[in-house]
């Protein structure tokens, strides 16, 4: 059974960075999308970032040119390394892998990010 495991939340200051990790129990070779979602609390999960297997990326118009997604299939790991950090990006994030974005196979755990102003 594939797992995703996520690492790499925390809490950071504005304008601060951190990389997320998102790392695949056996290979995602097969899934066509992988990418990140979040929710914060009180609103709807909205997708951050995604991927395909051929290395296509298309990322939320709030975080363009901050935040970038990219897949290592070697490693069975995905990332998202966010820079510029606001408080608005705290949320609990969440990796998937699946056909396409809205065709999830497979969730992670969620891990939470924390900007403090």
């Known amino acids: 059974q594939v797992q995703l495991v996520e690492s790499g939340g925390g809490l950071v200051q504005a304008g601060g960075s951190l990389r997320l990790s998102c790392a695949a129990s056996r290979s995602i070779f097969s899934a066509n999308a992988m990418g990140w979602y979040r929710q914060a609390p009180g609103k709807q999960r909205e997708l951050v970032a995604a991927?395909?297997?051929?290395?296509?990326?298309n990322s939320a118009d709030s975080v363009k040119g901050r935040f970038t997604i990219s897949r290592d299939n070697a490693e069975n790991t995905m990332y998202l390394q966010m820079n510029s950090l606001k408080p608005e990006d705290t949320a609990v994030y969440y990796c998937?892998?699946?056909?396409?974005?809205?065709?999830?196979?497979?969730w992670g755990q969620g891990t939470q990010v924390t900007v403090s102003s």
């Open positions: 991927i395909t297997s051929g290395g296509s990326t």
């Open positions: 998937f892998a699946g056909a396409a974005v809205n065709i999830i196979w497979y």
